[in-house]
C-alpha cells in the first residue's frame, strides 16, 4: 500500500468524512478543519455531534448518497462502512482516493514532534487520559485524541500545538499498524476481538508488528507484569522501558502501595529502583496504579517535572463510563463503567468492592457482541464473585448479527455455577425495578458494559 500524505491533498477541494457524527471521525474533522482543510460529511443521523459540527463551519448532509462526494479531493472512512456504500462507490467512479480512518490519523501523527500511542486490551481511554491531565497541567499543549468524554477538554479530543499528540491505539482489524508513533505504551494483551483475530497467539503477532513501527529513536513502554505484552516486544531490537508491580526488576514500579475509603491508592513510584516521587491518585483500583506508572515513564521520555506529574494525577478524577459517579438511588451509589472483557469485569468489581467499603455491590452486566461473549464465556463465568448481587440483560449486538450460540441466559448458567449470583432481566426498567426493592443505603450500584447500559443508571437516578 503507497504510503498516505497529507501534504499531496489539494486544499481547494473537500475532505468529505462518511459517517462524520463517529466520536473519533468527528474529532478528525476538527483538526483538519482547524488545519485550513474545507471539510465536509455524512452521517445516518442527526446528533448533538453533527450540529456541534455544522457550528464550527462544516457541512453534514444526513443520509449517504452518492452526490454527497462529488467535488471532494479525499474521502475517508471507518471499517464499519460496508463496501457498498453509495459514497464509496461513487468515490470509486469518480477516481476520488478513499481512505480508512486510521490510515488519516497515522498520517495526521506525523505532523508532530511527538506522537504517542496509548495500545492495549483495555485501560486506553483512562490511561490516554492522565496523561491529558499532565501534559496540559505542564503547560505543553498538547493534541489529544480520547475514546471517551473527558472533561478537562470539555469532549473526546483537543486541538492543541505541534509537538505533542497523544492518541488511543485500538487493535480491532490491525488499525494501529496504519499509525506512527515515537512512543507506544502497551499496557496488556489479552485475547478479544476474536471476530477478527484467530487466537491470542494472532493479536500478539499483531503486536509485534506495531513495535516494530517505531522509529530508531523511539520507544515502547510495556507492562511487564504481562507476559503477552512481553513476548510481543522482547527481540524487537527497539528500547523498551519497562514498568510493573509483580515482575523483576522494572524500570518503575510502585511500592508501600496503600488505599484510603474511597479506594483512591497513595504509592511510591521507584525509577530504577531508586525512590523517585509519591503519587496520589483520584480514581480507584489497583489497575490505575499500573496505568499510572505507564503515564509517568512516557511522562519522563518527554521531560515533564515529577511536580507536574503529581499535580496532573491529582486532577484527573474520571472520564465519561469509567467508574463515573452518576447519582444515588435510596442511599445507594450508582456509578458507570465501561468494562466489558473480563479482566476489566474483576478489575471493576474489585475496585468497586473497595469503594462500597463493606456495604453491598451490586451489579448489572451487559454483555457486548455475540463473538466476544462466546470466545470469553468461560472466563466470564469466574468474574463476578466481587458482587453481591448480579444481572445479566440482552447482549450489546453492536455490529453484530445475532448467531443464536450464545445468550445472556447462558452467561447467567455458567455464572451460576461459579458465583451463584446471577439473575437474567431483559427490560431496563424491570432492572432498575430489582435493585430498587433491594439496595440499603451505603451500597453501590454499578451498570457495566460498553453498549448502551448506562441508561439503567439514568432509569434509577430520576
Known amino acids: 500500500m503507497t504510503e498516505f500524505d497529507l501534504r499531496n491533498i489539494d486544499k481547494s477541494k473537500p475532505v468529505f468524512f462518511v459517517g462524520i457524527g463517529g466520536i473519533s471521525m468527528s474529532a478528525l474533522a476538527h483538526i483538519l478543519k482547524n488545519d485550513g482543510y474545507i471539510v465536509r ?7 448533538e455531534t453533527t450540529q456541534q459540527l455544522r457550528e464550527m463551519g462544516i457541512a453534514v448532509s444526513i443520509g449517504h448518497s452518492a452526490e454527497n462526494v462529488r467535488g471532494a479531493g479525499l474521502v475517508v472512512y471507518t471499517a464499519a462502512v460496508k463496501k457498498d456504500n453509495p459514497e464509496l462507490l461513487e468515490a470509486g467512479r469518480l477516481g476520488i482516493l478513499a481512505i480508512e480512518r486510521a490510515r488519516l490519523l497515522g498520517a495526521m501523527m506525523k505532523n508532530y514532534s ?66 506512527f508513533p515515537l512512543y507506544s505504551i502497551i499496557l496488556n494483551i489479552e485475547e478479544d476481538h476474536l471476530d477478527f483475530f484467530k487466537d491470542i497467539d494472532d493479536i500478539i503477532s499483531c503486536f509485534q508488528k506495531f513495535v516494530m513501527r517505531l522509529p530508531e529513536n523511539g520507544a515502547v513502554i510495556a507492562n511487564f507484569d504481562d507476559e503477552n505484552v512481553k513476548c510481543a516486544v522482547s527481540g524487537s531490537g527497539k528500547r523498551v522501558i519497562t514498568y510493573g508491580i509483580e515482575c523483576e526488576n522494572p524500570d518503575y514500579t510502585a511500592k508501600n502501595i496503600t488505599f484510603d475509603k474511597t479506594g483512591f491508592a497513595a504509592f511510591d513510584v521507584l525509577r530504577n529502583g531508586a525512590f523517585y516521587f509519591q503519587a496520589k491518585l483520584n480514581v480507584p483500583g489497583m489497575h490505575n496504579v499500573k496505568n499510572a506508572l505507564a503515564v509517568i515513564a512516557v511522562s519522563d521520555l518527554l521531560g515533564v517535572s515529577k511536580q507536574d506529574m503529581q499535580k496532573g494525577f491529582l486532577s484527573y478524577k474520571g472520564t465519561n463510563r469509567r467508574f463515573e459517579h452518576k447519582g444515588e438511588v435510596g442511599g445507594a451509589k450508582v456509578i458507570d463503567d465501561y468494562a466489558h472483557h473480563p479482566t476489566e469485569v474483576k478489575a471493576t468489581l474489585k475496585a468497586a468492592r473497595a469503594v462500597a ?20 464465556k468461560d472466563e466470564f463465568a469466574k468474574s463476578f464473585f466481587d458482587c453481591d448481587g448480579l444481572v445479566v440483560t440482552d447482549i450489546y449486538a453492536a455490529r453484530e448479527k445475532d448467531t443464536g450460540l ?10 451460576n455455577k461459579n458465583s451463584g449470583n446471577a439473575t437474567y432481566i431483559k427490560a431496563f426498567q424491570d432492572v432498575a425495578d430489582f435493585f430498587k426493592e433491594r439496595v440499603s443505603p451505603g451500597d453501590l450500584i454499578l451498570t457495566m458494559g460498553a453498549g448502551d447500559v448506562y441508561k439503567i443508571g439514568e432509569l434509577l437516578v430520576k
Open 114 to 179: 511527538y506522537p504517542v500511542a496509548v495500545s492495549g486490551t483495555h485501560g486506553k481511554t483512562t490511561t490516554t487520559s492522565m496523561l491529558a491531565h499532565i501534559l496540559c497541567g505542564a503547560g505543553l499543549d498538547p493534541t489529544i485524541l480520547v475514546g471517551g468524554v473527558l472533561p478537562l477538554i470539555g469532549g473526546n479530543m483537543r486541538d492543541g500545538g505541534k509537538e505533542y499528540f497523544v492518541t488511543e491505539a485500538c487493535e480491532y482489524c490491525a488499525s494501529f499498524l496504519k499509525f
Open 357 to 376: 467499603n463493606g456495604k453491598k455491590v451490586w451489579c448489572v452486566f451487559q454483555p457486548h457482541t455475540y463473538t466476544r461473549s462466546l470466545a470469553l
Open 406 to 415: 450464545i445468550t445472556s441466559a447462558d452467561l447467567v448458567d455458567v455464572i
Open 41 to 47: 460529511g455524512s452521517d445516518f443521523k442527526e446528533s
